[in-house]
């Protein structure tokens, strides 16, 4: 039972994550119709960005939760204006290569720059050590980091529900044509919406930095699982990635615990399974993948 | 839409791979042996490493300064009475692909007229080029990688293998921390080749020592998310916990070993392979306490001090054991070439059997002759608190000196006939 709940704990802490990262990765792909094969590089971005910032600055975790998500955002804006979308109205194939070609240079750019080792980061003492739960010692950051995002994701949720931007790019998501029909500006929310996601990506890696390596490939094998995530999920459902990125952080720690060697391929068993009962993904609809 | 998204990445992925394929090309012909003492009149060294994956740290392009100061220590030792004057070092890089590093072994002993090639990472490349050697004649001396296999049931003439091998690592670590008290062994190793050798290594020497190893739990390669198998592995109750990663995957490891407070609870960590470029990633803060087997240390003695302070001002960086090794392995090949008066490759193999040397790497060093195994005294290191460094690169208290004769797999055992 002790260790049921630790695997839980440990599983929704990884899940927190791709949860966080699948987000930005949904609204990004809902919008613009973009598959952003840069996505694992812009959280290993953010994970460098935090490490260095600590490190040149001083600037504590704290701080990096803030301005490293800011940085992420005005990033991602220029990636739009200045790449993305020049190709838009191409077949879409066209910007998975360019967020694939931009993803081989980030990554190359990162090793020339800060080595192939990895960066050191240290956490605040606060978030050390660990708080006991029913007489299991939970360590204190795993905590913080599922609160995280659970917040964030709330957040997302509540701006997407409740506001009228929110609206609009639910609509521009789930229904472009009617939405255009309709009078809706749908192209004034592409690049605030490109920079946000990208920002999603960033604070999943600022909150990776202190539990993972931070080194310029850890978002190449990232990105392969968010792919996942989001197929489990449903292509361009934002409930669907928050909900997909949790389950494969849990089929991920539970595999670990109970058949190690298979852990990784589970997420990948689960993903066809999935697929092969609901092709659209458990919260995507049906047309999305005509 | 989706699938033709998916199908388009696949299709370019499999592009991507056949194009780094092409390029790789195939190297043929070449050269044949010229008139002289010395083909082409001169001797060329060559460095087969990992130029900008995961091992670059480890060796990668500093090697070759390493060689290069080689060189120059030989240049200056003899002057005008060395046998060769042009003594090239030129370098290659293998990707960590047995398939590259096969085709680049070609092209380097063919085209490049290389005489020898040095390091090279990874134990399936390594085999590769120990293979190609044997074929073309020529030598080759492994520093970077791990497998017993070099000297062992794959061993050749034209092979040697310095610094390290998974008989050594297992050896130090397993035997003496399980002399030391921690009998009770829980292992966690990455599901591939180097993983399941070193496992075997261990449970080999931790039995020999008194111990058990209660458990072995396989990891996927690579792979960042650890929390949960040491979670289970900590279940067990061990001693001590031993890990066979290595670079990012063991970075992971110890963020996610420190995580599970299981440190506190006294399960202590050994690590299975380990270089001091780890240690300066990711700080001795994550690593304190933490009891390795070290091939060499920068700061052991005057003479190995001396040489990293040059090292250092070549290329910033205090050198790990493999740029060391590296330098060493270069400084000895051509000694051999002086003493042989050739570079004729089975007259400086000659030369090289059997030879005691004593340099800033090799302490009662000895090129066996037998499986051709380079030994020499190793070291289990710990990895000091953050109160005790005093400079950079002061991260190692070496504990103990583990003598040469037991530190490798005794000849006889290794199934080595050539």
Redesign the interface.
Known sequence: MN?VL??TV??L??GSFYALAALGLAVIFGVLGV?N?AHGAFYMLGAVAAAVLLDTLGLSLWGALIVVPLLMLVFGMLVERLLVQWLLPLD??YN??LT?GLTLLLV?LV?RRY??????Y?RPDVLSG?VQVGGV?L?V??LFVIGVALLVCLGVWLLMTRTRVGMIVRAATERPELAGALGINVGRWVTPVFGFGVALAGLAGVLAA????I?A??GS??IIILFAVVVIGG?GSIVGAVVGGFLVGLV???G??YA??F??VLIFVLMAVVVLARPAGLFGREE??? | MNKRRNAGATALMAGLTAGALVTAGCGAGGPSAGGGDFTDDKVVLALLNDASGVYKDVSGPNSKIAIQMAIDDYQEKYGDDAVVEDIEVTSADHQNEPDIANTKAQELYDREGADIILDVPTSSAALAVATQAKNKKKLYMNIGAGTTELTGAQCNKYTFHYAYDTWMLANGTGTVVTEEGDKNWQLIYPDYAFGQDMVKSFTGAIEAGGGKVGGTIATPFPNDNFATYITKAGAAKPQVIGTMHAGGDLINLVKQYNESGLKEKGIDLAVGLMFISDIHSLGVEAFEGTIFTDAWYWNLDEKSREWADRFLEETGDRPTYAHAGNYSAALQYLEAVQAAGTDDADKVVEELEGKKIDDMFLRNGEIRAEDHRVIHDVYLAKVKGPDDVKEDWDYEEIIKTIPAEEAFRPAAESGCSM
């Open positions: 260790a630790q695997y440990q599983g802490a990884a598959v094969f879409p194939l998975l290569l694939f190359d090793k080595g192939v080792s990895g960066l050191p240290e660990r010692g360590p950051y795993q202190p539990f993972r390596a080194t490939e850890m094998d990232f292509l991920e720690a539970f670990q615990a190690p060697t852990a990784q999305a993948t005509a």
